[in-house]
Structure formats: C-alpha cells, structure tokens
C-alpha cells in the first residue's frame, strides 16, 4: 500500500513542513468530517489550492493527500446517504449495507494509518507514494509548473 | 497513466471483493427485523385503536358480530390466511368508513355497515381491507408518511396523542395511492372468488356509494370519498370478472338488514 521512493531532489525544511501539513490536515478533518463526508475533501482541497503552485515536494504532496480524499468523499457520501435513507426513507437494513458499511471503515482505517505514516515520513523528507494514488499523483503533478 | 490504471482496477476489484465477501455474512437475521417491524405495527395499531375506543363505542351487537366473524373466516380460510392474526373491530358511529389499521385490524362503522344491503358487500369490503393488510399497504404508507424513526419511537412510549390523531386522520382519509388501491380491489376480488362469493359484490357496493351522491346530491360516504373514482374501479372490478363462473355459496340465510338493528 505504501512505497518508499527516491524523490527528484532533496526537500528543503519549509517544503517538508507543508508537505506533512497536507496530510496532517487531512487527518483532523477525517475526525471532524466523518458524519459528513465533504469536510475532509474541503480541507485538503482548499490547502491544496494554496500550496499549488508551491516546490515540487509539497505540491505532490498535497496532490496526493487531495486525491485520496476525493476518493474518501465518494465512499463516505455513499455511506451517509445510504443510512439516510433507512432511517428516514424506506430503505431497510441488509447484509449489503453493513458489508459496506464494514468494508468504508476498513478503507478509512487504512487510510487513516498511512496518513499518520506519511505525515511523519514526508516530515523527515522521506518520499512516500501510495497504490494507486501515488501513481495517479506521478501521472498528474509535474515537477516543471510552466 | 498505465500504472494508474492498472493500480486502480485491481483496488477496485479488492473493494467490490471485499465488500462481496463481507456481505455473504448474515448479520441481519431478517425474522429479526420482521419481528421488530411486526412488533412496532402492533403497538402502533393497539394505540390507534385505543384513540378510536375513546371517542366511539364497540359494538355490543352480538349476533352482528357472530356473522362478522363467521364471514371473516370464511374469506381467510378460504384464502390461507389465519383469521386468528386479524382483529375485526366495530364501533358504534354514524361515520360511514372501514379501515385497516396497523398491527393488522380492520376496523368499521355501523355508518358503513348501514350502507351495505347483504353480507356480500360487507364481505368486499372486508376483503379490500384485508387486502391492504396483506400487501403491506398500511406499513409502506406509514414509513412513507411518517418514517421508520418515529414510528419506533411512537410504539416504545405511550404517549404522542398528537402524532397519533395525525397518523389516524391520514389513515382515515388519504392512506393509499391510486395503484395501491387498484391492487387491494384486485386482491380482494381474488379472496371473495376463493371464498366462493361473487366480487360483483365489491363493485356493486362501490357503484351504490359513489351513486347516492349524484342522485341524492349527499355528501359521499367516508370510505367511498377517499378512495380514488368508484366508478372507474368497479368498471375494473366487472371487467376482470366478467363471464368468469363463481361458485357462489350464501354468506347468512337471516336478514341482513334486521342484523344491523
């Protein structure tokens, strides 16, 4: 889930500083935005947008943080509107919606854990991508801004 | 990009994998819930009826009631159902309306019973409401109208006559959609069938109430007024069973006029 890569260059103290507050804010906003979904994403997306035209390090960083909190909101909103939905429409409770249920705290678990890691690591200057979003990161944040 | 691609297909794959497996788990044991929904319905329906007992009287006509009850039989038994599960209530009111309450129970009006001229039609309409009971008409409207939250807070205290009088307005009145009401006349003609009692019956008692207000210029009884255009539905109703032999078998040899009194 995790890997330990060579970055392009060495992050300076300030970059790795906002590097690790990109996750750190992500997780305070897991804690507060977890009956509702769009809070984690509005947080790493309004830091996002004020580190993005920052160094390299922090805006992959933040890219990073940002994508998957994106995809946190999806499965979050999914959960919350399908609880809504049994305990306000005429939903009713099934192995489906506790599965899900089982299966978003696990991802959000995991999640929660690589950001502690990651926050600390990017901190020390360590580069670290995750599955997935660490390749969709590569693929989308380029280190030359112009 | 490809890496991208690849990554995310297979963490899609442990998603829906995972969520598929952690599904096959039976977590919500579904006698459980049924009880719980069946529970809540009870409780609601004995409150409702408690609202109602309190401003009109049951009923101490006797053999009215000993009829009632050898008709209810007759179209449960004939239908598979247990007439021991379904409480047939009348109360003393000029109110002409039948309804099926929550928890299983029909209740009716002498107002209602007047209008009818044989047990026949008293059985239509006794088997129109059993017919909203058994599609679960009456539980789909009350989640609908009032949700799962407050009817289980409702049935765990003794109290909210206010949300009650509310919830008995709407279920005197407004209860069932046009569909739901199309599918309780359907249900219903196949009950009186079975019962071998003709469900022109039905159709006749429809056409009868929803006349007296052209012809008398009265107002429409209660059970007619809210249910969606007679006419239309006892056209159906004929137009189903037309030309289809039904064994008939007479319901009561006395007078059922007399009975009422």
Request: net charge negative; aromatic share 10%; proline share 3%.
């Amino acid at each position: 889930m995790i890997f330990h890569t060579d970055f392009a260059y060495t992050p300076n103290e300030s970059e790795r500083e906002k590097a690790s507050n990109s996750y750190l804010m992500s997780l305070i906003a897991i804690i507060a935005g977890a009956p509702m979904p769009f809070v984690n994403l509005l947080a790493t997306g309004i830091f996002y947008l004020g580190n993005r035209k920052g160094a390299y390090f922090t805006r992959w960083h933040c890219t990073q943080a940002m994508l998957s909190q994106i995809t946190l909101f999806f499965i979050n909103a999914i959960a919350v509107g399908w609880t809504l939905h049994i305990v306000f429409g005429d939903g009713t409770l099934t192995n489906s919606y506790i599965a899900y249920l089982i299966t978003a705290l696990i991802i959000i678990i995991l999640e929660f854990l690589m950001t502690i890691y990651t926050a600390v690591a990017t901190r020390r200057g360590t580069h670290v991508e995750w599955w997935f979003w660490g390749a969709l990161t590569n693929a989308i944040c380029k280190e030359n801004l112009s | 990009m490809k890496k991208a691609t690849a990554q995310l297909l297979l963490a899609l794959l442990l998603f829906f994998g995972l969520w598929y497996s952690l599904s096959l788990i039976n977590y919500v044991d579904e006698t459980t819930g049924e009880k719980l929904e069946k529970e809540t319905e009870a409780k609601i329906g004995s409150l409702l009826l408690k609202q109602i007992d309190l401003k009109y009287r049951a009923t101490q006509n006797d053999s009215l009631f000993a009829v009632v009850d050898d008709i209810h039989r007759r179209l449960c038994e004939a239908n598979g159902i247990d007439p021991e599960t379904i409480d047939v209530h009348i109360f003393n009111s000029d109110i002409p309306n039948a309804l099926a309450l929550p928890g299983r129970n029909v209740v009716f009006f002498t107002g209602m019973l007047h209008h009818t001229e044989n047990p026949e039609e008293f059985a239509g309409i006794l088997a129109h409401e059993i017919a909203h009971i058994e599609n679960h008409h009456i539980r789909d409207r009350l989640t609908r109208e009032f949700g799962l939250t407050l009817l289980l807070t409702i049935s765990g205290m003794d109290g909210a006559p206010e949300v009650l009088a509310n919830m008995l307005r709407m279920i005197s009145s407004r209860a069932y959609s046009r569909e739901q009401e199309r599918e309780a006349d359907q249900t219903a003609a196949e009950y009186l069938v079975s019962a071998e009692i003709d469900p022109i019956h039905l159709a006749n008692v429809l056409l009868r109430l929803s006349g007296m207000q052209a012809h008398n210029d009265q107002p429409l009884p209660g059970w007619i007024s809210t249910h969606p255009d007679p006419r239309d539905r006892a056209d159906a109703l004929m137009q189903d069973h037309e030309g289809e032999p039904v064994e008939i078998r007479a319901l009561y040899a006395g007078n059922w006029k007399e009975l009422m009194n």
